[in-house]
């Protein structure tokens, strides 16, 4: 099975902070990654898919890069409704796998 | 707007047998695979199974091969897990998705509740 391997597992930023999040996987995915953002008790929503591609209706302060093995999740001008879990996940064979989670706390 | 519509959770004894259901509207049910993924209380996220626009396509995790069986009704436009000797590793919140290539759509989730 590909591993997913998040960091940091925690992070605390401020309103208007930039921050990255980083997601490796333990084989060649090519753009097979998707990062999801999910907050207490509701159920994860889809933002980043295919690497780079934003969902329909994200906010455009979220952007995805990387390639083959290594991937980063990028919030600039962090908002108060930013601050949730993010999972990044491969859909490129299954089982698909999600990393662990990053939880992006206000500092 | 696509809604999915999770419901059948509840609690059962270890080795007990449960079905999910997943209710889909607002997009055609027939065109997409859908998924089911888990997520036990307080930890990460994990793909349970999924099966084919047709259903002729299923695969599962290993946590899960030969106790768990995912089936649709097209003409119902509903998704389904039967869940079979049940674990208590198995509670979970479990959520039904639209596979779009990717999870592109999820439900609210319904918790199992494995427990003596």
């Known amino acids: 099975d590909i591993q997913m391997t998040q960091s940091p597992s925690s992070l605390s930023a401020s309103v208007g902070d930039s921050v990255t999040l980083t997601c490796r996987s333990s084989?060649?995915?090519?753009?097979?990654l998707n990062w999801f953002q999910q907050k207490p008790g509701t159920a994860p929503k889809l933002l980043i898919f295919?690497?780079?591609s934003l969902q329909s209706g994200v906010p455009s302060r979220f952007s995805g890069s990387g390639s083959g093995t290594d991937f980063t999740l990028t919030v600039s001008s962090l908002q108060p409704e930013d601050f949730a879990t993010y999972y990044c996940?491969?859909?490129?064979?299954?089982?698909?796998?999600f990393g662990q989670g990053t939880k992006l706390g206000i500092k | 707007q696509v809604q999915l519509v999770e419901s059948g959770g509840g609690l059962v004894k270890p080795g007990g047998s449960l079905r999910l259901s997943c209710a889909a509207s607002?997009?055609?049910?027939?065109?997409?695979?859908m998924t089911w993924i888990r997520q036990a209380p307080g930890k990460g996220l994990e793909w349970v199974a999924y099966?084919?626009?047709?259903?002729?396509?299923?695969d599962y995790a290993h946590s899960v091969k030969g106790r768990f069986t995912i089936s649709r009704d097209n003409t119902e436009k509903s998704l389904y897990l039967q869940m079979d000797s049940l674990r208590a590793e198995d509670t979970a919140v479990y959520y039904c998705?639209?596979?779009?290539?990717?999870?592109?759509?999820w439900g609210q989730g319904t918790l199992v509740t494995v427990s003596s």
């Open positions: 998705a639209r596979e779009g290539g990717r999870p592109d759509y």
């Open positions: 607002g997009f055609i049910f027939s065109d997409y695979y």
């Open positions: 099966i084919s626009s047709s259903g002729f396509t299923i």
């Open positions: 084989q060649n995915i090519t753009d097979y």
């Open positions: 295919g690497v780079s």
């Open positions: 996940m491969q859909s490129y064979r299954t089982p698909y796998t």
